[in-house]
C-alpha cells in the first residue's frame, strides 16, 4: 500500500522506508515554533524538567505576535519571559515588536519553512505551511517544550482525506470560500486526527495565498495537517525565501484515503460561517442584509497581500457605513510595507478604516477590537465561537476579504458581485 | 482511581470557553482555574469540588492549542474528562500533561450532571454509581499508556535522553 504525502514526510522524518496510518512514531523536527501565549508555558516545563540547552538555537522560531503590542502588565511580562529564554539560549529567529508578525504568514515570508520540512507550532494554525508541501501541525506548549529540548516528538501517523479540487473559482472566490465551503460540509470534527491532502488540476488555479488560507484553517475541521502538491505556484513562492534544500514529495498513486471530496471552484458562492461554529456555513446570498458593528480583515487566515489588494478594491474611492468600524490588520511587517507602497492603506485611511500593525489582537479577543454584549462582526479570522471576539453575547461571521470589506461598506452582511 | 460528581457539557466544547483568551495573559494554573468555563457555565468555577469528573460529547477540547486548557480544568480540581471523542491537540496536551482523558461515546451519552461516576484509568472501566451502568472506555496504546505512566512528556523525554 502506497503512502500519502503527510505520510512520506513522516517516515523520512522517523527514519523509517514507510509508515501507516495508526503508527505511533518519533520524528525529528526542522522547526519548533511558539508564541508569547504558549512559550512561556513551554519555557516553565522545559525548565521545571531540569533542561539546560536548546537541542538547535536556529530551529527554533520565537513570534511575539498575539498580544503584541503588549496590551497590558501580564501580557508584557509573558514577552519578556520569551524574550529572557530566547537570548539566553541564543535563539536565532526571535521575533518581537517592529520585526514581528502573525507567525503563520510570517514564517513562510521569511523562508523558515519550505517542502518537506517537519514542523511543530504552539499554535493551533501551524498547519498552514502545508500550502508549501511541509507537514505542519499545531501541538501544545508542553510538546513545545520537548521539541526545543530534544528536535523530536512523537506522532500518530494520520489517515487522510483526499480533497480533489476541480474548475476555476469565479469572481469575488478565494481560498476562504474553498475552506469554508469544505468545513460545512464535512464538519468541526469532519477531518478529526486526519490530514486534509489537496489534490486535482483545479489546485492550479489557486494562488499561493488562497492555498495559506485553505491549509490554515484544516484544524477548523478538526484536521492534523492540511497539505498541497509543490507546483511551480509553489516553486516561485519560495524561491529568494527559504535557504534549505526543498525536498518535494509526491502522493503514491495507491495512497489510501478514508474518503474523497470533490470541489468544484467553478460552482463556489462567496460563503460565510454564521456563529458560533465554523461548520455552520451559508451561501453569502442566504446571510445578506445581517446588520454589524465591526468588521476585520487581517489574522493569520487573511492578512496577506493578496487579501488587502482584494479588500482595497472594493473599499477605495468609497467610505464605510455609519456605525461600522473596519480594522484593517497586515500580517507582516513586509507586508504592510507592500500595502503602503501600492497605496492601499491610504485606500483604507481614506474609506474610514483603522489600519494596525501586526497582531493577532481581535481574532481571539486579545485586544485592538474586542466587541461588547449585542455586537456582531464580519472577519476575514477563523473562529467564532462563543465570546472568541468579546463579550458571550458577541458574534463573529467568518467571511472572506471580499465579503468583509464589501459588508464594511453596506453595514451589514452584502455580497461583493453585487457592488 | 477517581469517584466524583459530574459536570456534563455538550458536543464541540472548544478551548475558549474552557479557558478564554482574555485570561491567557496570565499562565498561572490558580487563575486559569478560577475563569475556567466561565463562558458557558458561570456556577463551575466556584462550585466544582476536588475530584469532580468532566464529561462531554464530541470532539471535546476543539480550536485553540492553548495547553492552558487541560491545564485549567486539571487546576480547578477535576481528576479526568470522559468525552466522546476529542480534539486531536487537547488530546495530545492532556497526555503530555499526564491529565487522564478517557474516551467512551457510550458513558458520555448515558452519564447526566450530577451522577456519581467512578473511573478507574488504569482499566478504562467507568462506574455511574448514581445508575449503576457501566462502561469500558478504549484503552490507551502502550506508547501513550508509558508516557503518562512516566508523569507526561517531559519526565518521559527526560529519562529517554538520560
Known sequence: ?419 | MFKGKVWKYGDNVDTDVIIPARYLNSPDPKDLASHCMEDIDKSFAYAVQQGDIMVGGWNFGCGSSREHAPIAIQASGISCVIAASFARIFYRNSINIGFPILECPQAAEAIKSGDIVSVDTASGKIVDETTGETFEAKAFPPFIDNIINKGGLLPYLKEKLG
Open chain 1, 1 to 419: 500500500m502506497g503512502m500519502t504525502m503527510t505520510q512520506k514526510i513522516l517516515a523520512a522524518h522517523a527514519g523509517l522506508p514507510e509508515v501507516h496510518a495508526g503508527d505511533l512514531i518519533e520524528a525529528n523536527l526542522d522547526i519548533v515554533l511558539g508564541n508569547d501565549v504558549t512559550t512561556p508555558v513551554a519555557i516553565s516545563v522545559f525548565e521545571k524538567a531540569g533542561f539546560t540547552k536548546v537541542f538547535d538555537p536556529e530551529k527554533i522560531v520565537i513570534a511575539l505576535d498575539h498580544y503584541t503590542p503588549c496590551k497590558d502588565i501580564k501580557s508584557a511580562e509573558l514577552c519578556k519571559t520569551a524574550r529572557d529564554f530566547a537570548r539566553k539560549h541564543k535563539i536565532t529567529h526571535l521575533y518581537d515588536v517592529g520585526t514581528v508578525g502573525i507567525e503563520h504568514a510570517l514564517l513562510p515570508e521569511q523562508g523558515l519553512v519550505g517542502p518537506g520540512d517537519c514542523v511543530i507550532g504552539a499554535d493551533s494554525h501551524t498547519c498552514t505551511y502545508g500550502a508549501l508541501g511541509a507537514f505542519s501541525t499545531g501541538v501544545g506548549s508542553t510538546d513545545m517544550a520537548a521539541g526545543m529540548a530534544s528536535g523530536q516528538n512523537w506522532f500518530k501517523v494520520p489517515s487522510a482525506i483526499k480533497v480533489e479540487l476541480v474548475g476555476k473559482p469565479g469572481s469575488c472566490i478565494s481560498g476562504k470560500d474553498v475552506i469554508l465551503h469544505l468545513i460545512g460540509e464535512i464538519g468541526v470534527d469532519g477531518a478529526l486526527y486526519q490530514s486534509l491532502e489537496f489534490t486535482g488540476e483545479g489546485v492550479a488555479n489557486l494562488s499561493i495565498d488562497d492555498r495559506f488560507t485553505i491549509a490554515n484553517m484544516a484544524i477548523e475541521a478538526g484536521g492534523k495537517n492540511g497539505i498541497f502538491p509543490v507546483d511551480d505556484v509553489a516553486k516561485d513562492y519560495i524561491q529568494g525565501r527559504f535557504q534549505r534544500e526543498p525536498v518535494i514529495y509526491e502522493a503514491d498513486p495507491d495512497a489510501e484515503y478514508t474518503r474523497t471530496a470533490t470541489i468544484d471552484l467553478s460552482k463556489l458562492e462567496p460563503t460565510v460561517s454564521l456563529p458560533h461554529l465554523p461548520s455552520n456555513t451559508k451561501t453569502v446570498s442566504e446571510a445578506v442584509g445581517m446588520p454589524i458593528q465591526q468588521v476585520v480583515i487581517g489574522s493569520c487566515t487573511n492578512g496577506r497581500i493578496s487579501d488587502l489588494r482584494i479588500a482595497a478594491s472594493i473599499l477605495n474611492g468609497k467610505k464605510i457605513a455609519d456605525g461600522v468600524r473596519c480594522i484593517v490588520i497586515p500580517a507582516t511587517q513586509e507586508i504592510y510595507l507592500q500595502a503602503l507602497q501600492e497605496g492601499l492603506v491610504e485606500d483604507f485611511i481614506h474609506a474610514g478604516c483603522a489600519v494596525s500593525t501586526p497582531t493577532c489582537g481581535p481574532c481571539l479577543g486579545g485586544h485592538m477590537g474586542v466587541m461588547a454584549a449585542g455586537e456582531r462582526a464580519v472577519t476575514t479570522t477563523n473562529r467564532n465561537f462563543v465570546g472568541r471576539m468579546g463579550d458571550t453575547k458577541s458574534e463573529v461571521i467568518l467571511a472572506s476579504p471580499a465579503v468583509a470589506a464589501a459588508s464594511a461598506l453596506a453595514g451589514c452582511i452584502a455580497d461583493p458581485r453585487e457592488l
